[in-house]
């Protein structure tokens, strides 16, 4: 069955610090995959998607997420954070439905 | 505007009342899609219109939930006899192509429920 396993519920970082974002899927074919982010009261924006070619996908903000087909994986970049960074963040595989990860809250100290 | 919108941004509603949440997709958007969102949880599927036509309706969680999509343009999920777990922010979202997973889909900014 289709799953998105974001294993981080909470991530600090120091603002400038760079920033990993674990998600790991669970789908039998090629797929689809997609990186959101959630301010409070906001709805949700895509920050990047992949669905084929260049493994390493670069999005808006200055985020960057690679797929790895061997390790299930599809990890969200950023080389220094700013202090707006600070939201949720969510994985997603697309197929027959989006379907989401449970979300990896983002704070950021100064 | 040019986005998603819905209303009524918050709603609370006392148990066993119906509620109806409106959303107002991108104009020219062939797909709609509801989610419900519970409190430190990702959004998950509840149903999607391609137009008018309502394919998939699999993530409804009980006959006590309808969306309908008359126009092919604005959506109403409706709630009946509401109870306390339907409590969760409802997030609609729209996309460009006829497709029910792979397309770029742009969110609103949800609808807040409290049953209390």
């Known amino acids: 069955a289709q799953s998105v396993t974001q294993p981080d519920i909470h991530i600090t970082v120091s603002e400038g610090a760079s920033l990993e974002l674990r998600c790991n899927y669970s789908?039998?074919?090629?797929?689809?995959l997609f990186w959101y982010v959630q301010s409070p009261g906001q709805g949700l924006q895509l920050l990047l998607k992949?669905?084929?070619?260049?493994?390493l996908v670069q999005g808006i903000k200055g985020f960057e997420a690679e797929f790895k087909r061997s390790q299930s994986s599809f990890n969200l970049r950023k080389p220094s954070v700013h202090w707006s960074d600070a939201a949720e963040y969510f994985c997603?595989?697309?197929?027959?439905?989006?379907?989401f990860g449970k979300g990896t809250r983002l704070h950021i100290l100064p | 505007g040019a986005g998603v919108s819905q209303s009524p941004r918050y709603k609370v509603a006392k148990r066993g009342q119906d509620v109806a949440l409106r959303c107002d997709p991108i104009?020219?958007?062939?797909?709609l899609f509801w989610y419900q969102q519970a409190l430190g949880q990702g959004p998950e599927f509840l149903t999607y219109?391609?137009?008018?036509?309502?394919?998939?309706k699999s993530g409804l969680p009980s006959d006590r939930f309808f969306a309908e999509r008359p126009e092919g343009s604005v959506s109403t999920l409706k709630i009946q006899r509401t109870q306390q777990e339907d409590s969760a922010v409802y997030l609609c979202?729209?996309?460009?192509?006829?497709?029910?997973?792979?397309?770029?889909?742009?969110f609103g900014p949800g609808t807040r429920l409290t049953v209390l």
């Open positions: 979202a729209s996309s460009l192509e006829a497709t029910s997973g792979t397309d770029t889909q742009y």
């Open positions: 104009s020219g958007h062939v797909s």
């Open positions: 219109f391609q137009n008018e036509a309502q394919l998939d």
């Open positions: 789908y039998g074919a090629t797929p689809y």
């Open positions: 992949y669905f084929s070619g260049d493994t």
């Open positions: 997603a595989s697309g197929g027959d439905k989006i379907i």
